[in-house]
């Protein structure tokens, strides 16, 4: 992984790049900067449900007027068309959304919360986060590494990603509170909660594409999970190429196609209606309510310009992300490299290379998917099975024989010594190993050659002092890329290198990036990273679990259970209920007054919905 002197967009901005404050609990640890934006969160919400609406107080309209699709016009085909497929497909989208729907001028008069201005304001944080990224995308993967503008527009696109992801967590908190699964809106709420978990990936992968410490250090944790649950052998986190296409291309697409899909759910089905004041009791009034719940309101609106509240919605969240990318700027801790742990610590990464020699590294003895050395994690099955070995990493002859044959024909010396190396057999290569391994703590360095105590290595030490320079000089790390894909952007052997070695975990423990708190959690520096992957780390704490050699499995699996229940909410009796138990919805649905008849229709034909009180 290339090096780069970090670039800074201006002097007005606050430093966050030093290592951020934790606060330690009982079963978890939390960055101070994660703990500030979640009570930012909270606090909006608190204030979204306790302050005044703009307009509430105005006159409610007259129901609006029901059209019948048979009246829009190019609803009827011409005669003889009917059963025609395009005619079909047309009175189908007509019936399910019509124009009225799809740009309504018209909402429930009951809608006069700030709690629903989320789901717009998410929509317009998201249109910033497409429009930043497309802009580091003209400059390219390094513009922002290197450029003060480019890095700008990095901090944009970071801003915008904490704010859409803030807003849209608020936005399901609201709809969870409102009970807005009622009324066959099931399936408006599964697709708002995938859409929130495709987010997710979405910004996971937008972390790993960042080539830099914090992106070196999300991939060698994260890939423990996914190699455990076997997603590792197809979906590769070290490979910064695959990931970034994810993150630029399939990704950006799936979840724009979940968001229209939402949208499209809640224009249809619109939006939920109030809960009553007091539960209906009885299995004929429980099935009126549902009924209610299911019909269209006929009951008083309220005017609304749904392109003039998105318009403004996007001024506020540029305005917000411009300030913040301003004043706070965006993480950027240069990457690791070979040459640099070479450089910074040639003790350890000789005595890292001899564990490679000898088999007895964490990744030589890892398992699937790079060799079957290790026992892979198992709760009842074991996933990374499956796949198998798909990425097949042997790392005496990766990590150390094969560069060093590639200097062989200049050096004469590694020539030789790696021809007595390859002609031993390989209990006494792993002896010469294991001996090396022993004695590396007590390596000194005389004019930079490291001098070894007394002991029988054989050609080792030959061997590892030139793997040492060969690292120094930067030549390990192309070697180790140019074995992989010709476009260069799979790191997967050198970061396992890495990762096999102390010098790496040392600098992430300097960044707090290790221990409690898993390093996909937080940035690097006091910035707040991801803190709606809590559940996903909860379980890593847990007594009886946290010491457990499958805790990735089970976290695995026990976040994807959380993920189910909170999908089928709609379906569950108690938890569906939990609005009505606690009901936060009276906030929300402040007085409306009662429906007002609309002009010629009688009360029969304008059935009034319950008014809420507070």
Known sequence: MQS???????????????????LNW??????????????????IFGAALLLPFPGRRRPALPPEEVTEPDQIPGYNAAPGDERMWTARARRWALRSFPPRKLLPDRQPAYVASWVYVFGVASLAALGVVLASGAAIALGGTDWW???????????????????????????LWGKFWMAAWRGRRAMTWITG??????????????????????????????????????????????????????????????????????ILLVRKRGVSHPLPATRPRGLAARRAAAKADRAAWRGPTKRYDIL????????VALALTFTLAGLLSSPNVPPITVA????????????????????????????????????????????????????????????????????????????????????????QQNKWATNYVNAAPKIKFVGGVPVLPLGSYGPVPVMLAAELALAQSGAIDADLIAQRQFYGTDYTL???????????NDRAAAENLTGDQWGVMNETGSYPGQPWLWMFQLWYHLPGWRNSANVDLIAIYMTGLATLLLLLIPFIPGLRDIPRWIPVHRLIWRSYGEPTPGPGATPEEQPAEPSVTG
């Open 145 to 171: 590494h290197t450029n003060p503008v480019g890095h700008f527009f990095n901090s944009l696109h970071l801003w915008s990603v904490e704010l859409f992801m803030a807003l849209l967590v608020i936005h």
């Open 308 to 315: 003039k509240e998105g318009t403004i919605a996007v001024v």
């Open 193 to 262: 909660v995938v859409a929130f978990l495709a987010s997710i990936v979405v910004c996971f992968t937008g972390y790993l594409s960042q080539q830099n410490f914090d992106s070196q250090w999300i991939a060698t944790n994260g890939k423990d999970a996914f190699n455990a649950a076997g997603v590792g052998a197809f979906f590769n986190l070290m490979n910064f190429g695959q990931m970034l296409l994810w993150h630029v291309v399939l990704l950006p697409i799936l979840l724009i196609a979940l968001i229209g899909a939402h």
């Open 4 to 22: 780069f002197a970090p670039a800074s967009h201006g002097i007005l901005a606050i430093d966050l790049n030093s290592p951020g404050t934790y």
């Open 494 to 504: 050198p970061l396992l290198f890495l990762a096999d070695g102390g010098y790496y």
């Open 340 to 427: 640099s742990w070479a450089k910074a610590a040639p003790a350890d990464f000789l005595g890292t290379a001899a564990t490679e020699l000898n088999g007895t590294s964490l990744t030589a003895t890892y398992g699937p998917p790079y060799n079957t050395n290790g026992t892979p994690q198992r709760v009842v099955i074991a996933p990374a099975n499956w796949a198998g070995v798909r990425q097949p990493v042997d790392t005496a002859q990766d990590f150390v024989i094969t560069p060093l044959t590639q200097t062989a024909p200049l050096n004469p010396a590694v020539r030789a010594a790696l021809a007595v190396y390859n002609a031993a057999p390989a209990s």
């Open 26 to 43: 009982n079963v978890f640890t939390i960055s101070v900067a994660n703990l500030v934006l979640i009570a930012v969160m909270v606090v």
